[in-house]
């Protein structure tokens, strides 16, 4: 489904963010106070404009209310970054992420409105750490406090069993809410109990982390 978004503060993340967002076929305004950073992604996005967010009225006149979320992608200055993150919440947001660059900074912005916060760097150094920790994990997803999503290949004790043999959801409260059978080539949905995981399968698991770390083990 085709939905609005805008990013504010078009650096690496930001202009990540906003392209990917895009590409996927959604419509996206970037914004920035930095000329040359609009500039830079003006053709990548469906609008890019030069605007300074820690000012309400510049983010009114861009209807930015309108947006389905918007994230907040200012890490350079904590001031804007709050700034920028009451203004959106002020304007009446649905939905509103903001980058932290600390957990001061994090703990600031969730206390002023902001649904979801993120850590790139932190976040991607926990992923990066998982997968040279145990290479069976080939993808982590924070999914709320407390909980993850993680992409695992089969462990070799899960070969050959069904997943009502295993019962992850009542042992170890883990839900198997999707499998990749690398052999058939497609994938799964929230597999039925009868379902028996082979060699090289892939499942994706949602759960509490220390559940999670342990099967990893």
Do not use: W
């Not at 019962?167 to 009868?194: C, F, H, W, Y």
């Amino acid at each position: 489904m085709k939905r609005q978004f805008a990013v504010i503060g078009l650096g690496n993340f930001g202009s990540f963010l906003a392209c990917d967002l895009f590409q996927k076929g959604h419509e996206v305004l970037g914004i920035d106070s930095n000329a040359r950073q609009v500039q830079e992604i003006r053709d990548r996005v469906s609008r890019a404009v030069i605007a300074d967010a820690t000012d309400p009225q510049a983010l009114r006149e861009l209807e930015i209310e309108k947006m389905d979320a918007v994230v907040v992608s200012i890490g350079s200055s904590l001031n804007s970054s709050v700034l920028a993150t009451l203004n959106v919440k002020d304007l009446g947001v649905k939905r509103v992420l903001a980058k932290a660059v600390s957990e001061p900074h994090g703990r600031i912005l969730r206390k002023i409105g902001a649904d979801d916060i993120y850590f790139p760097e932190k976040d991607m150094a926990i992923t990066v750490a998982r997968r040279l920790d145990n290479p069976n994990v080939l993808e982590y997803l924070p999914f709320m406090e407390g909980y993850s999503i993680v992409e695992l290949t089969s462990p070799a004790a899960f070969i050959g069993k069904s997943l009502i043999e295993l019962d992850l959801i009542n042992t170890r409260g883990i839900q198997v809410i999707a499998v990749k059978e690398q052999a058939a080539g497609k994938v799964l949905m929230i597999p039925t109990g009868r379902f028996v995981i082979k060699e090289r399968d892939i499942l994706f698991l949602l759960g509490p982390d220390p559940a999670l770390a342990a099967l990893e083990e």
